[in-house]
Nanobody, 123 residues
């Protein structure tokens, strides 16, 4: 049974930083692309960042480029999202997802999703 468990969310002031973690189990983590997505109240879920199974292949939404960094530790079956210079508009529930296909991942068609972790950025 595949499980993805996010952690690290919380309340932070604008300009601050948070590090999200997503621990995976029940899959060969190194063979999967992993990604972070977010959903703000009243908005659709959107792509934030992804890391293909080749960890050097990373992708970012324009809105977070230069501020967020996705990394993965295959030995720990964990993917991280380092978020710096946070803005109020980054407030959302952040989800991680995994898929063997990077295209399916980017299209939010993954079968495997975490339960989400709340990030709230105050002004």
């Amino acid at each position: 049974q595949v499980q993805l468990v996010e952690s690290g969310g919380g309340l932070v002031q604008a300009g601050g930083s948070l590090r999200l973690s997503c621990a995976a189990s029940g899959l060969t983590f190194s063979a999967y692309g992993v990604g972070w997505f977010r959903q703000a109240p009243g908005k659709e879920r959107e792509f934030v960042a992804s890391s293909a199974w080749i960890a050097t292949n990373t992708y970012y939404a324009d809105s977070v480029k230069g501020r967020f960094t996705i990394t993965r530790d295959n030995a720990k079956n964990t993917v991280y999202l380092e978020m710096n210079s946070l803005k109020v508009e980054d407030t959302a529930v952040y989800y991680c997802a995994a898929d063997r296909s990077n295209q399916r991942l980017l299209n939010q068609q993954s079968n495997y999703w975490g339960q989400g972790t709340q990030v709230t950025v105050s002004s």
